[in-house]
């Protein structure tokens, strides 16, 4: 990468890199700690991809049900109210995760959503408002992961 040095303090590696000037002055960021310098690189380099990415999670490979965990602790926590957390927690794992939980996020088309709504009207008689909150969490976590990824 190039931009992430690696120097040995003591018994010890440390990755260091450039931040953004603040009031004109340099800023690094550094971490020490690691056994090995290789180990020290790794690090590095995910802090630094966090850093350029304003601290959002990349991954856009992982699969939905991971994502979803992720979207519960990281966004519904934080700006929603504490029932609204536990109903999405209730849908997530109940019905979406072991539904639809095993796809990559990346690669869920509508169809598959459209597939799987279908069959769970089909297989539940739930009430329409409770139907509208399902497809809300869906639609809530696929927004936020456009945003995030």
């Not at 699969?63 to 997530?92: M, P």
Request: charged residues 25%; contains cysteine; proline residues 1%.
């Amino acid at each position: 990468m190039g931009k992430i040095n690696v120097k040995k303090r003591g018994k010890v590696y440390q990755y260091c890199f450039e931040a953004a000037k603040v009031n004109g002055k340099r800023k690094q960021i550094t971490k020490s700690g690691f056994k090995t310098k290789n180990a020290a690189y790794v690090a590095g380099e995910k802090a630094y991809e966090e850093y350029i990415n304003g601290g959002c999670v990349t991954q856009a490979y992982m699969s939905y049900g991971d994502y979803l965990d992720y979207w519960i602790e990281n966004y519904c926590k934080e700006f929603l109210a504490h029932r609204t957390v536990e109903e999405y927690a209730v849908i997530v794992n109940k019905y979406l995760k072991p539904g639809l939980g095993h796809f990559r996020l990346n690669e869920i088309t509508s169809h598959q959503l459209n597939m799987y709504l279908i069959e769970v009207c089909k297989k539940y008689n739930y009430s329409y408002g409770y139907f509208r909150n399902f497809v809300k969490t869906i639609k809530c976590s696929f927004r936020v992961a456009t945003d995030i990824f």
